[in-house]
């Protein structure tokens, strides 16, 4: 009974640390990091909160407000997406948002380096949506791959202003902590974790290095 119960309550954390790190937050928590903790920090705080505000928009609430409708019409079981096949839509409308978010950033004149980002995050979307066709690849390692690859980026190229290490070693645990969350959830095996982790980080490295 107490190892069950234990079990239990891994699992809840495990599913707390997958709904905090979903690949539908990440990007926004990627563009607060540029806003508070990058040289963009110098910017008044009005130009931050309203090109924060414009982000989450596109990139989670738009996203939810998709699967939510999904879900309603029975196209989709649940927020989780278990299916390979549910995922497809969902997929397409985030690399429909990461682009609009590119084409924002663009018209508000912010760095080529965050777009960059974002380009990347819509290059590992294509790249999932195609290998989940075939193969169950982990959205969520996929997702905070590029955000910890982004973070390593930035701290070799001077662009994290405040304690870069810390930052850096935070992303690469962060990605621990996720991947282990999905095994523990029993939501993916281990070379979907790890084939996460490396389209992610690929995908985002080869943007920022090309248009930086």
Request: hydrophobic share 55%.
């Amino acid at each position: 009974m107490r190892d069950k119960q234990k079990y239990t309550a891994v699992g809840r954390v495990a599913q707390i640390v997958s709904d905090l790190f979903s690949p539908i937050v990440l990007p926004a928590y990627m563009m607060a990091v540029a806003m508070w903790v990058s040289p963009l920090a110098n910017l008044p705080e009005k130009i931050r909160i309203v090109s924060m505000t414009v982000v989450v928009v596109l990139t989670a609430i738009v996203p939810t407000a998709v699967i939510l409708t999904l879900i309603k019409l029975g196209k989709v079981k649940d927020v989780s997406l278990p299916s390979r096949r549910e995922r497809m839509i969902p997929y397409l409308v985030s690399v429909m948002c990461y682009l609009g978010t590119v084409v924002f950033l663009r018209s508000a004149h912010a760095p080529v380096w965050l777009s960059g980002f974002y380009l990347g995050a819509s290059l590992s979307a294509i790249c999932a949506a195609a290998i989940t066709g075939r193969w169950k690849i982990s959205a969520h390692s996929s997702a905070v791959g590029g955000v910890a690859a982004a973070l390593v980026w930035m701290g070799v190229n001077g662009l994290l202003q405040f304690g870069s290490w810390y930052w850096i070693s935070g992303g690469i645990l962060l990605c621990g902590l996720v991947g282990t969350s999905r095994l523990i959830l029993n939501r993916h095996t281990p070379c979907q974790v790890y084939a996460g982790y490396g389209l992610g980080a690929l995908a985002v490295t080869v943007m920022l290095q090309l248009l930086y």
